[in-house]
């Protein structure tokens, strides 16, 4: 796979707190404000604070630059970013081939989604970079940045449109999957 990140982000702010009622305050595109882990309705929130073995109050909020459901990776940087942020809250030192693994585990067998690596490997480790997906679940990445004249080119002459048309990737990939 070539991949390439684009300038569009998502913020995530994670921190303890000991200052609201509620154990788990989760701003998203949605607001929740629950005691028990099994009660979070997010299922990529839930799982990561499961995968961590996160049991104190937490505040996690964020702001996107895009709106979910686009076709560009976001609920994988999410999922990413969030991973990111638990490990430096637990004061992990995790690599970005690392954190695209443990991402990608938590989307795929731990929320269900039908998902492909190469996102949460592109949102971890960024740039432009060619991804060979190995047998063996070893990820070999080789950096493009030879290309980044070209690749400026075409970023310089390509242009985006926001359709106003939202769709389920994982619906998608379920059928190709399937068949």
Request: proline share 2%; net charge positive.
């Amino acid at each position: 796979v070539i991949s390439s990140t684009i300038n569009k982000f998502i913020y995530i702010f994670i921190n303890e707190h000991s200052t609201f009622n509620e154990k788990y305050r989760l701003n998203y595109s949605s607001t929740e404000n629950v005691n028990s882990l099994n009660y979070i309705k997010n299922d990529i929130i839930r799982e990561t604070l499961k995968y961590f073995n996160w049991n104190k109050p937490i505040y996690i909020g964020t702001i996107a630059d895009i709106p979910e459901n686009t076709g560009l990776g976001s609920s994988s940087a999410f999922c990413a970013g969030l991973v990111k942020g638990m490990s430096i809250l637990k004061g992990l030192k995790i690599d970005p081939l690392l954190n695209a693994k443990i991402a990608f585990n938590i989307e795929k067998n731990r929320v269900g989604n039908y998902c492909g690596k190469q996102d949460h490997y592109i949102a971890s480790i960024g740039g432009f970079k060619h991804f060979e997906f190995l047998k063996n679940e070893k990820v070999d990445v080789t950096d493009l940045k030879k290309y980044n004249s070209n690749l400026k080119k075409i970023f310089q002459n390509m242009q985006s449109f926001y359709t106003l048309k939202q769709r389920e990737s994982k619906k998608i990939l379920k059928k190709q999957t399937i068949n």
